[in-house]
């Protein structure tokens, strides 16, 4: 993974005499087996691993975002070189927390469980860009100013968590905004939105501008996401990005370069190269990895740097398993999909079998009351036909922990993914999934009959995937 010198620096010391060593947060497990710490970035995959109870010193010239992650659930904490704070962990994924600003980090953790859920479903929902952006701003500007004012302990927020906030949520809205606009993509084969396509003007290149000068965001996900996509978003105009051929993608990518170079402070670059791979790995080939590597070298990044781009670059295209970017237009399921254990899968995986599969949530009630009906599908299937068929359940939350609680208590017979929907390549995303319940028929040989398939519920569904069985 890049190294980032520019993020922060954790100094872990598992020491009990306090008096002797300097720390600003204090984390007791309460016999938890453990928890791990994080930083917000998109980029940086460090994490320390803490089995112990533990302090932490965490240097940081301004406020940044962390998480402990205990399971999949995260807990968040906005940090900086004031705070002195303590973190007492239960079962079940709770948390308390006593110290500096910790009534706003109680606060912060309610926004991301209430707030997060309802900005991710307004990407389900079929509507236009500027009708996106205006369900948005209501939400934003009229739900979440009003939880956050009237909460019962707005008066505490000193001003510095205040301006915090104000920034998270501007953040959440540019990076949603721009998230939407680079998904408007017009089939499942382009590999982006062309340039006629994508509402521009729903964007400020002006405010751009002086955001990417931002620096004391840059370790904040949100804010790379946000940045990285907007500039992709302005370089498709510049270039008028009209067509999905891959070699003409490779020179949209020498373009990209160009309008980083031009655009981007250097010291953002990593993060931009960073996204680039994980969005787009499997529609690079060797000569375009290649300029990005020259050019890297003529900037004056170092070898060390530059292997560990290479090294991402071929740690992404493993997962994707791909053998060539031709074999991948044709049967091209390769969107994030991972299961219970938390491997990395593909649809490619289950070729040569009829696939049925349902495409949930969490949090729908719909979805929910379909799942009695394909058990008593599956029940009226023969063994033998059962070989011939797999029902494939994923799920668009981007809560892992809420995703594992539902599994347990449905007990769903069945083959289980999750593919978040805040994800560039998710499954909501490659099959253009508006609504959900939502499911899909793929026949053996891997081609998708309908992309919008009957309902477990449907009494003629079990007929149709007979059809297909026999």
Not at 19 to 45: R, W
Not at 110 to 122: C, H, N, Q, V, W
Not at 167 to 184: A, D, F, H, P
Request: with cysteine.
């Amino acid at each position: 993974m890049f190294q980032r010198g520019f993020l922060f620096l954790v100094f872990l010391s598992i020491n009990y005499s306090y008096s002797q060593q300097e720390y600003n947060i204090s984390i007791i497990l309460n016999n938890i087996n453990s928890v791990s710490f994080h930083t917000s970035s998109s980029v940086d995959s460090s994490k320390i691993i803490i089995r112990n109870d533990t302090t932490l010193l965490v240097n940081s010239s301004g406020s940044e975002l962390f998480y402990l992650k205990q399971n999949n659930y995260k807990y968040y904490l906005i940090l900086n070189n004031e705070s002195n704070i303590e973190i007492s962990c239960s079962e079940n994924n709770t948390f308390s927390i006593i110290g500096t600003d910790a009534e706003f980090i109680i606060f912060l953790n309610e926004y991301y469980s209430i707030y997060r859920p309802k900005i991710d479903s307004l990407f389900l929902q079929a509507s236009s860009a500027d009708q996106f952006e205006i369900d948005l701003y209501d939400l934003l500007v009229n739900e979440v100013m009003i939880f956050y004012t009237s909460h019962a302990s707005f008066e505490s927020f000193d001003m510095n968590c205040q301006n915090d906030f104000k920034n998270l949520l501007k953040y959440e809205y540019l990076n949603s905004v721009s998230t939407y606009l680079i998904s408007q993509k017009k089939d499942t084969s382009q590999i982006i939105p062309f340039y006629t396509d994508v509402n521009i003007k729903l964007l400020d290149r002006d405010l751009f501008n002086n955001h990417i000068l931002d620096t004391s965001y840059y370790h904040l996900d949100i804010f790379q996401h946000y940045i990285f996509n907007s500039a992709m978003l302005f370089a498709l105009k510049d270039y008028q990005y009209m067509t999905q051929e891959n070699n003409n993608f490779h020179n949209f990518s020498i373009f990209f370069l160009r309008f980083i170079d031009d655009n981007i402070p250097k010291r953002a670059w990593l993060f931009f190269f960073h996204k680039y791979i994980y969005n787009y790995a499997k529609f690079l080939n060797q000569k375009t990895i290649l300029h990005i590597e020259k050019f890297l070298h003529n900037h004056n990044f170092d070898k060390k740097t530059i292997d560990s781009f290479l090294n991402y670059y071929h740690s992404i295209t493993k997962e994707y398993s791909l053998s060539s970017i031709e074999d991948e237009l044709v049967f091209d399921m390769a969107f994030y999909l991972e299961n219970k254990d938390g491997v990395f899968m593909s649809l490619n995986d289950f070729k040569g079998k009829i696939l049925y599969i349902d495409i949930w949530a969490s949090w729908c009630g719909p979805c929910r009351k379909q799942f009695p009906y394909a058990e008593k599908i599956k029940e009226q299937l023969s063994k033998q036909q059962l070989k011939k068929i797999n029902f494939i359940y994923i799920s668009i939350d981007n809560d892992y922990d809420k995703w594992n609680k539902s599994l347990e208590s449905l007990n769903l017979d069945g083959y289980q993914f999750i593919s978040p929907a805040n994800k560039p390549n998710s499954a909501g995303h490659y099959f253009n999934v508006s609504s959900i319940p939502r499911y899909i028929l793929i026949n053996k040989n891997g081609d998708i009959i309908n992309h919008n398939a009957k309902r477990p519920s449907d009494a003629t569904l079990l007929d149709d995937l007979l059809e297909l069985i026999n």
